[in-house]
């Protein structure tokens, strides 16, 4: 038997496998293969949310690992250390105009493959997924029961919003919060969590000006509202 017919693939399909989905989809819209180029955006998001998923199981085994093995106060160091550099982006975010910044956060919302819901009022953008894409979906799964069983962090704390058996994947959230207050005096936005996390929606909100941000975003981490910048 010769080689040619041991061959499972095409020279042409090896080529084409090896070749970003979204340059395929681009290459079928100019050719006018319509069909084509839906069936590859499908595709191109299957890929995505395979490793979407799987990057969120990985971090949360890896959390819960150091969860059990070291406590609390590990949990926290591991994630604020991973995070700090938010102190550098919150400069790069705020010195975009303010509509960009709703837009760009946005964005990373669909990163997670889910819908949202963007309102905006008088004083703030509120982003909303219907479910999250990430922790909620984590719950949804039923990941912190067997035969996953993550962590649930079982003590009230700033990192659990000063809530019981909090799903240790969520506890990330707060430190989006705690970071940039912590070294700005503001956050990039704010996270309003409900009474049950991850089985109904978190809020996101930005508000147009900073120092109307309600000073109860700050007390349940243990800190104080800056003064407003024009008292200074």
């Known amino acids: 038997m010769s080689d040619k017919e ?3 693939f095409t020279e042409s399909e090896l080529k084409e496998m090896g070749i970003e989905t979204v340059n395929l989809i681009q290459q079928a819209i100019d050719a006018g293969e319509y069909e084509k180029a839906k069936k590859l955006t499908r595709r191109m998001h299957r890929e995505f949310f395979s490793q979407h998923d799987s990057y969120i199981n990985w971090v949360t085994s890896l959390l819960s690992y150091i969860y059990r093995h ?3 106060n590990a949990v926290y160091e591991a994630i604020y250390e991973s995070f700090e550099q938010l102190a550098t982006l919150a400069d790069a975010y705020r010195g975009q105009e303010l509509g960009r ?3 760009m ?3 990373g919302f669909r990163g997670h493959l889910i819908p949202l819901d963007v309102q905006e009022d008088d004083e703030k953008f509120t982003l909303t997924m219907p479910l999250c894409g990430s922790g909620g979906r984590l719950i949804e ?6 035969p996953k069983s993550f962590a649930k962090i079982e003590d009230p704390q700033k990192m659990t919003f000063n809530k019981r058996d909090f799903p240790i994947y969520c506890a990330h959230c707060s430190l989006q919060d705690i970071i940039p207050m912590e070294k700005t005096g503001y956050p990039l936005w704010v996270i309003d969590i ?3 996390v991850g089985e109904q929606p978190c809020k996101f909100h930005i508000y ?3 120092d109307k941000i309600p000073a109860r975003f700050y007390v349940r981490y243990g800190l104080k509202k800056p003064a407003p910048k024009s008292a200074g």
């Open 6 to 8: 041991n061959r499972i």
């Open 70 to 72: 070291n406590g609390d």
């Open 101 to 103: 910044q709703v837009q």
């Open 105 to 107: 956060l946005a964005a």
């Open 141 to 146: 799964a039923k990941s912190y029961e067997p």
């Open 194 to 196: 409900p009474e049950k």
């Open 208 to 210: 147009k000006d900073p």
